[in-house]
């Protein structure tokens, strides 16, 4: 069975630093992609960042990128010169393929981060 | 550009009601799946599918059905609505091929 863990329910963070969000999973499949998603008080899901297994380097994307240690199964997410408007829930989550045109995908139970002026 | 269109935003039902919370997505997606999101346990899975006329449960299935009759809709019927209900649902699609999954606004769904 597939598993994300977040181990951080809160983190706080000044301005202007950078954060770690850290993420685990397990998975038995060969195949699969990690994503992050933002979501702030607003509720809506806003996509990240992307991983996939197979993936050489570690995905970037502006402020936000993903230290990939495959060997660790640990996905986590860095943002840089942490905003204002960082300030939000944080989720982890794969996408794993069980095979016979199936796959699943399952998320963490989130990390909410802070930003303090 | 709809994306994912989920209906409706906000509903209240009373104990043993049913309903049917409706998504279309207009992204030609093979994937479709619907979460509930309960303070502190993440988004958990529902049911999903890999395509018109197939479906699966997820991690918490019981009191949920779904149907997919095209690609571009995956109603979730909530067949006898208990208080354990209450939650927040959201909608997602994604490509087979890979990529992001796209989420619909969510439904905030309160059973009294």
């Known amino acids: 069975a597939q598993k994300i863990t977040q181990t951080q329910p809160g983190m706080f963070v000044q301005e202007k630093e950078a954060v770690t969000l850290d993420c685990t999973y397990d998975t038995s499949d060969p195949s699969y992609g990690l994503f992050w998603y933002k979501q702030p008080s607003s509720g809506e899901m806003i996509f990240l960042i992307y991983q996939g297994s197979y993936d050489q380097q570690n995905a970037t994307e502006g402020r936000y990128s993903l230290n990939f240690q495959k060997a660790r199964k640990s996905a986590n997410l860095v943002i840089s010169a942490s905003q204002l408007g960082d300030s939000a829930m944080y989720f982890c989550?794969?996408?794993?393929?069980?095979?016979?045109?199936?796959?699943?995908?399952?998320f963490g139970k989130g990390t909410k981060l802070s930003v303090i002026p | 550009n709809a994306g994912v269109t989920q209906t409706p935003k906000f509903q209240v039902l009373k104990t043993g009601q049913s309903m049917t919370l409706q998504c279309a997505q207009d992204?030609?997606?093979?994937?479709m799946s619907w979460y509930r999101q309960d303070p502190g346990m993440g988004l958990r899975l529902i049911h999903y599918s890999v395509g018109a006329g197939i479906t699966d449960q997820g991690e918490v299935p019981n009191g949920y059905n779904v149907s997919r009759s095209t690609t571009e809709d995956f109603p979730l019927r909530l067949l006898s609505a208990a208080p354990s209900q209450t939650s927040v649902y959201f909608c997602?699609?994604?490509?087979?091929?890979?990529?992001?999954?796209?989420f619909g606004q969510g439904t905030r769904l309160t059973v009294v």
């Open positions: 989550a794969m996408r794993s393929y069980s095979g016979a045109g199936s796959y699943q995908l399952t």
């Open positions: 997602a699609s994604s490509s087979y091929r890979g990529g992001e999954a796209f």
């Open positions: 992204m030609n997606h093979e994937y």
